[in-house]
């Protein structure tokens, strides 16, 4: 019974944040940080600061402290461990480079699990009139992965997700970013 229960109760949270309404984030800023990494980083947006997590991308670690996923991002590239981690610190620069002026965060702030002691939530970033998971993928420096909604405006996780690896392919044949080491 107390197995029914807690099943109950994980499914209610489920819906419910299958339910949470999108919020806008506007004029958002980028906020420098030791733990900072290509798909999750600290940000402000007026007098809140959180970390924010991409939904849709992984990109490679710039340690290896999960060792694990470093090895498991290595094989889905074909490169060396070295290769990812310097991928790793090169998605870092880039989302920093990237969002320097104010970007959009599209939120339903659904709790996204971390090791920092900052809130950290799953979003999506709009930087230029250009989603930044677009970016990073098309830039060989993320895999398709991770964490997935219906996006704002209506269209659907599998379609986002498919399209995301269509820019994949394209890097992987481009060569670009860790495709250019990897055997793939």
């Given at each position: 019974?107390?197995i ?5 109760v994980f499914?209610v949270q489920?819906?419910a ?9 506007a004029g ?6 030791k733990?900072?990494d290509?798909d ?12 924010l ?6 990109t490679?670690?710039?340690n290896m402290?999960y060792?694990?996923?470093t ?18 610190a ?23 699990q971390?090791a920092a002691k ?10 230029g009139?250009k989603?930044?998971d ?40 481009k060569?670009?970013?860790l ?6």
């Amino acid at each position: 019974m107390k197995i029914f229960l807690l099943l109950l109760v994980f499914s209610v949270q489920a819906v419910a944040a299958d339910r949470k309404e999108w919020t806008t984030l506007a004029g958002c800023s980028y906020v420098a940080h030791k733990n900072n990494d290509g798909d999750s980083f600290h940000v402000r947006c007026g007098a809140d600061e959180f970390v924010l997590r991409l939904y849709f991308v992984d990109t490679p670690e710039t340690n290896m402290t999960y060792g694990n996923r470093t090895q498991e991002q290595a094989a889905h590239f074909g490169a060396t461990l070295d290769d990812t981690l310097k991928a790793g610190a090169k998605a870092r620069v880039f989302v920093r480079d990237a969002l320097q002026g104010p970007f959009t965060i599209a939120t339903r702030k659904a709790y996204a699990q971390g090791a920092a002691k900052d809130p950290r939530y799953y979003g999506m970033v709009q930087v230029g009139g250009k989603g930044l998971d677009e970016m990073l993928v098309l830039a060989g420096l993320a895999r398709v992965k991770g964490v997935s909604v219906n996006i704002p405006g209506g269209e659907k996780a599998r379609a986002h997700a498919q399209r995301l690896q269509l820019l994949e392919e394209h890097a992987k044949q481009k060569r670009r970013g860790l495709w250019a080491r990897g055997q793939g």
